[in-house]
């Protein structure tokens, strides 16, 4: 058997099978990140569909904001002439 021959024997019976493992080591964490992705993915596309009223929200939001500001500049004016 030639020097050639032996290395391929070792390549086959030694290193392959280091490299089937080194592998299925990787494939395994790789797999599990996949399906939390995936499972991001649904969540993420899912929350899309809550958000569809948000500018309807916000607008309601800023009248709320302009009617304490006003109730409050009318608060402060009352308060300001007994302190003042």
């Known amino acids: 058997m030639s020097l050639w021959g032996i290395g391929n024997l ?3 019976i ?3 099978p280091v490299l089937v493992a080194l592998l299925n080591a990787v494939l395994g964490p790789l797999e ?5 992705a995936d ?11 809550e958000l569809n ?3 309807t ?8 904001i302009a009617d304490v500001a006003n ?4 608060y ?9």
């Open 10 to 12: 070792v390549l086959l």
């Open 14 to 16: 030694v290193i392959v």
């Open 32 to 36: 599990t990140i996949r399906g939390a």
């Open 39 to 49: 499972d991001a993915l649904a969540g993420g596309v899912a929350l899309i569909g």
């Open 53 to 55: 009223n948000t500018p």
């Open 57 to 64: 929200q916000l607008a309601r939001t800023e009248a709320v």
């Open 71 to 74: 109730g409050a500049v009318r």
């Open 76 to 84: 402060a004016g009352p308060v300001s002439k007994l302190l003042g």
